[in-house]
C-alpha cells in the first residue's frame, strides 16, 4: 500500500532499490528508505549555505528556521515548500497506518 501512495506521489525508485526518491528541482531531492521491519525514514536533501553546520538541523524546526532566515530565490523556496509539503503528507500516511 504505502509502495503505491509513493507512486502516486511521484516518488520513483532508485537504480539499486534501496530508497524512493523525488527531485523537486534546485537541488532539493527527498528519499524515503526503510530503517528496519516496521520503520520508514525520510530525508530531505538540500542546499545548504557554507556557514552552516548540517549536523546542527536535528529538528524540523531547525530546518525551517534555516530556509527562512537564508537569502534564497523564488524557484528555490517553491522547490522546498513541495517536499516539505509532501514529508508532512508522507509522515501523516505513517502516523496514520501505525
Request: hydrophobic fraction near 40%; avoid cysteine.
Amino acid at each position: 500500500m504505502f509502495v503505491r501512495i509513493l507512486e502516486r506521489m511521484g516518488f520513483r525508485k532508485s537504480d539499486d532499490d534501496n530508497y524512493w526518491f523525488k527531485d523537486y528541482g534546485n537541488n532539493v531531492v527527498l528519499k524515503v528508505m526503510s530503517a528496519g521491519s516496521s520503520e520508514i525514514e525520510i530525508e530531505l536533501n538540500m542546499p545548504i549555505p557554507t556557514d552552516v553546520n548540517p549536523s546542527s538541523l536535528d529538528k524540523p524546526e531547525d530546518i525551517i528556521n534555516l530556509i527562512v532566515n537564508s537569502p534564497t530565490n523564488k524557484n528555490l523556496l517553491l522547490s522546498l515548500l513541495r517536499a516539505i509539503n509532501d514529508m508532512m503528507n508522507l509522515r501523516l500516511v505513517i502516523n496514520m497506518s501505525n
